[in-house]
């Protein structure tokens, strides 16, 4: 969304795989693997937003950790910037980090209550760069003014701040080295519906301003709306549905996007009256012993045979849509 979009991936990910070794059933259970990120592929271009959505468990942040190699993926690629993250190590890893900065959910458990806002938002620069105490107290006056903070406020403490302030001190941190890539997890999910719409402009002009690129990881489709230029939705590990926003919003293919997208308040009064919400019956399936088809199918209100006996792959139905479902075809017709 930003100006200086120039439609080149800065993030390419393929196939990207995180498991965790689980324990099973009490203290003398067995181990086994819970496959939190399975197949998963997707870009980011420079200057835009991708929306990562799912509900809880989807594996949005396990992802997103996997890039910055705060997690560890068994298998993938991924290429930041021209680096190959999986496969690089000591002072190499430390540099290409620097360029992937986080935005987390909880500004408050996510600031270090004992330092001074100007300490929080000057430390990356402190630690990743090799600027003078000048030049970074320069650059924290800038970011404190971009963020909307009043240079008076730099030497106050977190719990001097409101839940939204502490949110600009938080962005301003994850702006302070210029990184090519800011993940922002669920930044607005613990705020007061005013105070996200805030932030959530606050976000998009920086995008503007600075071209900043965002992987924005939510659990709320209505949050993204105004927020992404595509969006991929995740569930039980797996992409179901990728597609820019408009495709997405206008025509949701996977029965479980539209399900999602039915929870959406509609501004538009006409669109809220015909919108019908689509309930999701039932649990998702145990992450540890998956299916062996669908993994939506004992949800799904349009499930077969064919999805309860063989997984479906993501595939590109025209014009970058892709959708893993086995009751879409290329005449991209709606299932719900
Ligand atoms: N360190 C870990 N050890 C074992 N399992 C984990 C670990 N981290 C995540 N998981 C599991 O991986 C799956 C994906 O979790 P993840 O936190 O990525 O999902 P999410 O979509 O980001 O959800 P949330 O919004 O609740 O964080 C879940 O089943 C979770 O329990």
Known sequence: MGNDKINAPILTVENLGVRFSVKRGGTFGKRAFLYAVDDVSFSVNKGETLAIVGESGSGKTTAALAVARLVEAYTGHVNLDGHDILNMDGEDLRQARTKVQFIFQDPYSSLNPRQRAEDIVREPLDSLTDTTLSEQREIVDKLFSAVGLRPEQRRLFPHQFSGGQRQRIGIAR?????????????????????????????????????????LFISHDLGVVQHMSDAIAVMYMGKIVEHADRLSLFNNPLHPYTAALLSAVPSVDSKRRAETKRILIPGDPPDPVNLPKGCRFANRCPVAQDICRQSEPELIDRGEGHRVACHLIDNTKTPLL
């Not at 993940?183 to 719409?197: K, T, W």
């Not at 606050?202 to 301003?209: I, N, V």
């Open 174 to 214: 994850a702006l302070a080295t210029q990184p090519e890539l800011i993940i922002c997890d669920e930044p607005v999910s613990a705020l007061d519906v005013a105070v996200q719409a805030q932030i959530l402009n606050l976000l998009r002009d920086l995008q503007t301003e600075f071209g900043l690129t965002y």
